[in-house]
């Protein structure tokens, strides 16, 4: 067995808080054996498993495309799934896990996602189909699939919305998880309401909010980039009108 | 009593994936108002978002480039060209596909909506990938005679599900997002409702409902290597079971080929799809002496057993020489940027290995799940091999058991179930609902009893002998499940596996949880999932045991051949008195005249 391949050993950190008995939150450490290949999730299901069964996460697909498992992890945010333990672990084979901030928590790492959710119904996140339907597909052109950017693979894991210092400041702000929703439809040839959609998010808890501090850009676990999209989103704003023509021209040949 | 919380819904819906949101939608759409979900997710942490590969429908949209072969490039069909795909084709490809096993009148329903529902997803918003001129776009899957599958690159789930919760919010349906169902309430073959625990503060719910819709997912977390998310432990199937439902066919479980070796997280079957190789340790394209006609491209059960067969005889990868490699080096970095963005991060995490540059260590992984809560093709649960109704009571999806993919489903066909018959489900509750249906009288006793078996996981005092993990158990399970009840069977592994599940079953009265708190304890839930792999699991075994031949991804090396002539029929299992399975058999829907029995060859 190479170095590489041996098992060591981890001092996991993880805030413990169930608000029906702890007066706040605090840390537990638990010493966890790291195989090659583990995970920060396999880490958390270990020490469920094997030390104390009340310590509380959400996961599901074990592979980061259902957005359960987002976490804050040495003061960053990513998901438990895909990020191999040994990553993050510091010197001292340390790690410290807590849950995503600016949301209340329900306990331990689980946190209360209403205000997410509801962020994310502000900006209508159906699309919404012109009235020409026809009995097949609309033509969407490879080019203009491509120029949403990748924004229909968002997986709403919240760790761009966590990591948001406008959110940090201000909660009635809708997001970079809704504004990337926004500009995908946006920027779809087939939807029929860009204009509602473009005066949903130019209030004043909108685009303009955005300071663009790219936090949303490291944090996304798929490579996406919410700024970007804002950015979009912000000229569109600007320049609405001559764009709502363009589209109408556009629909008569989906 | 004073703490019986009591809701009321016309339809309640357990299961928030594909299956149970297009049953929403379309119960809505037919006039019913009054209609809840429940999900112990999320809805879009559903599993269906997991789904990589495509969706089904014959939309002729694409062809092979003439003269390349079958595994050369495809072009898009010019107008006016002549289409090679058919429902007639697709129902063939299916038919076969399931070994005979599946019922042919369900099925001709699920190939002749395709196309509508395909597109129905474009007209509501999923982001297909396109061929040159906007259609959508289409690839190869295995056991698929033409390109069918419908596909978003490598995330086809992820937008299917995603666009159908979105429309579904948007039509006004109300979902309950961490809610677990805990039993289902039948008396006299009539449904009446569901016990229900909002996981966020521990309460338990009464939800009562004039029909009841059950589109819970697959079971595949019964075994240690698998492609499934944490959340498909059986649930609906394993309680449907334990209310006097029968469960069908849930011997029939599939092996994915391609599972990252040691963990099997899916790399799907579009890598091969698009072209991938599978090589044994020699380099070989082993492929060539199990199916010379379609290569890896051969439907799952087949490929699965190629591989193990080919890592039993020495002839495997890895550490342990457990795993085959799956070779994409040849696509190249382009193609494989565009079609499998998802794959390639995938290997990168899970396996430490680009595809671009090196092959991938993959092996067979626990998939899909064919058997399940049996019922007609309008989702109407049957308690019998006549056919006889559970007044009430619908299901869908993997979940269910129809039968559209008999002992082997080809990939892309489970996403188009459960929307197909998500969808009629919902259709025929609301026909229920509105010709008149009332609330059904329900023994409030229900939530007491389940209330007690809370109780008893968190109350240590109550132990006799020595205290069990359930987390232990269901490792143990999944071991012997894996050992016992995989790709290869036969009489003695299966006494095994049913011995063991006999033995974890009496371990479990002993199991007790450590987190004792009501809020959000995954721990019971944990627990109460673990006890569904138990019982479903001794179903798997029993029928299986019974089941002397081999079909589809049933194979027994004892019984290598099928045999038509004594099991071409459906298990059906029953939970009888002494809780063990009761096993009687139920005619497959056959048209003699257009698809009888043959020999399947690939
Ligand atoms: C990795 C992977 C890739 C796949 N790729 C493809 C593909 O390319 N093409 C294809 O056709 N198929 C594919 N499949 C199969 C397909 O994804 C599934 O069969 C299908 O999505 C199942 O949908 P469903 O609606 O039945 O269930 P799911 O989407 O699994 O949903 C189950 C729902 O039930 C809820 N639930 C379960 N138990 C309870 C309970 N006790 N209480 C409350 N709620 C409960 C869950 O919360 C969830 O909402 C793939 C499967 C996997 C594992
Ligand atoms: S468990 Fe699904 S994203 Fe991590």
Redesign the interface.
Known sequence: MTAQEQTIQARVHIQRY????DRKPYLQTFDVPVPQ?MTILDALAYI???I???V?????????????CAVNVNGKNMLAC?T?LRTVLTKKNEVTIRPLSFQPI??DL?VD?SAFWEQY?KV????I?PEN?G????????E??KA?NRA??C??CGACYASCQVVAMNRQYIGPHALLKAF??VL?P??SAPAERLELVSGTDGVFRCHTIFNCIDACPKNLNPTEAIETLRKLTQRRLAFEKEREERQKTL | MADLNVITHDILIVGAGLAGTWAAMSAGENGVKDIGVLSK??P????S??AQGGIAAALNNVRPVEGTGPRGPLEQIPPGDDPIDSPDLHMFDTIKGSDWLGDQGAIEIMVNEAPEIV?QY????C??????????AQRRFGGHSVPRANY??D?TG??LL??IH??A??NGVKFYAEWYCLDLLVEDNVCRGVVALDI?TGELYLIRAKAVFFGTGGYGRAWKITSN???NTGDGVAIAYNAGVPLMDMEFVQFHPTGVY??G??MSEACRGEGGYLRNVNGDRFMENYAPDKMELAPRDLVSRSEQTEIEQGRGVGADGEGIYLDMTHLGAEKIMERLP?VR??AL??A?VDIIDAPAPIQPTAHYSMGGIPVNANGQVISDAEGTPVVGFYAAGECACISVHGANRLGTNSLLGASVFGRRSGKAMAAFVLSGAALQPVDEGAVKKNRQCISTLMDDSSINGKKE?P??IA?ELKTAMTRYAGVFRDEERLTLACEKVQELTDRFKNAR???????????LL?AIETEHLLTFSKVIVNSGLARTESRGAHYRTDYPKRDDEDWLKHTMAHKDSNGEPELSYKDVDIDWDRYPPQERKY
């Open positions: 169930n608000p029906d008995v290949g469920k498993a094997e104390d069964g009340s509380t996460f959400r996961r599901s697909c074990r592979h980061a495309i259902c957005g359960s895909n191999p329900i306990k689980v996602r119904l209508k996140p159906w699309l189909p339907s009995p097949k597909e609309y033509r969407v052109t490879p203009e699939v949403l229909e693979t997986i709403m995908l439809r779809d087939r939807d | 997710v999320h879009l942490r559903s599993h978002s997991a597109y474009e007209r509501m918003g982001v297909f990938s396109r061929t040159p001129d906007g259609r959508i978003a690159a995330y992820h937008v995603h666009t979105e429309q919010v948007r966020t998310a944490t959340a040691g963990k997280i899916l998802q991060e995938l995490n899970f430490g993990s987390a232990a490792e949880i450590m987190d004792k708190s009501r809020r959000f304890n995954t721990d944990g």
